[in-house]
């Protein structure tokens, strides 16, 4: 086969739209190699029990940079909604209703101002939401006081973190029927398609009289609420509600939208490859930790992987045009 028959023939496989899961079976391969403990399906559940937080927050993100937009303040909900929950509850197994509830309220606060804020007015996403996070983040500190606040009641992480047969913890399946929805709302609904369409091309789309403001309030909340469900995630996982347990987790669900091919222009993308750029970026991590790299070189990590896939992305879509 010549080479312009293999250009050709990747191109009709849009390998812009696959480049992800080959990536995620190459660093697996990889992974293999370095420790025969990737292959203990035991050990994989918990690399993905240890990210969840990460991959819930990452299907709201997904829908909003669909949309063509973005959510940097998506750290700075985890950290309130978890303090939140624990503040509620209590230590009170009886408060566990009513603290949820409050979590995804909160969460649904702040993406419902993020929404109506970005439709309608000018202000760019990237600094609105920036803004917002930094508000959010100062909000939370004003009402812990600096330091951990709220106890988690009896029994809520023991459920949380229990594995069923043995392997799969009730944290990582949670993950896996969030990402369901997630997946339900983007390819069944008129409102995904709509996410699709205004992402492609948005003035095309005011132009076809689609509600593009209320398409956007919307995928911001859902963006503020999946992020709430990530910070109980978080508390459950972790037991303890520091006050900046989100903080720079934004980085992290960035990373893992953009390496599943949703990128910053909109109209591309999806959960599935958000969900493998998570699986990615746990394993990449888990290799980073077994080399014995410190923590700043996960950031390093993360970094060069926005810019390397928002590049490969970008040089994809102009071949594939």
Excluded: W
Excluded at 140 to 156: D, E, M, N, R
Excluded at 267 to 272: E, H, P, Y
């Amino acid at each position: 086969m010549t080479g312009s028959r293999i250009a050709g023939a990747l191109s009709e496989l849009r390998l812009d739209r696959h480049a992800v899961f080959l990536v995620l079976i190459a660093i697996y391969l990889a992974a293999l190699t370095v420790s025969p403990a990737f292959a203990d399906p035991a050990y994989l559940f918990n690399i993905i029990r240890q990210v969840t937080p990460v991959g819930i927050a990452a299907i709201g993100v997904t829908l909003v940079m669909v949309l063509g937009g973005v959510d940097l303040s998506i750290g700075a909900v985890i950290s309130l909604t978890a303090v939140l929950c624990a503040s509620v509850m209590g230590g009170d197994a009886a408060n566990l209703p009513l603290a949820v509830g409050a979590a995804c309220a909160a969460g649904l606060l702040v993406g419902l101002a993020n929404g109506v804020l970005i439709a309608f007015s000018r202000v760019s996403p990237f600094i609105l939401t920036l803004g917002m996070g930094v508000a959010v983040m100062g909000l939370t500190q004003l009402y812990t006081g600096g330091t951990a606040k709220g106890i988690v009641s009896p029994g809520f992480r023991e459920f949380f973190n229990f594995r069923l047969a043995g392997s799969v913890p009730v944290l990582t399946l949670a993950l896996l029927v969030l990402v369901c929805v997630g997946l339900a709302i983007e390819k069944t609904t008129v409102f995904g398609r709509r996410l699709f369409l205004i992402g492609s091309n948005r003035r095309t789309a005011v132009l076809s009289g689609l509600p593009v403001r209320a398409v956007t309030v919307a995928a911001y909340m859902l963006s503020g609420l999946f992020g709430a469900l990530a910070g109980i995630a978080l508390l459950a996982r972790s037991g303890v509600s520091g006050t900046s347990a989100g903080q720079g987790l934004e980085f992290q669900v960035l990373a893992a939208v953009v390496l599943g091919g949703t990128t910053f222009e909109g109209g591309r993308g999806g959960i599935a490859g958000t969900l493998a750029g998570v699986f990615v970026l746990v394993i990449a991590f888990n290799l980073v930790n077994i080399g014995g790299l410190p923590y700043h070189m996960q950031l390093v990590f993360m970094g060069l992987i926005i810019i390397l896939a928002s590049a490969l992305y970008g040089r994809l879509s102009e071949r594939n045009g």
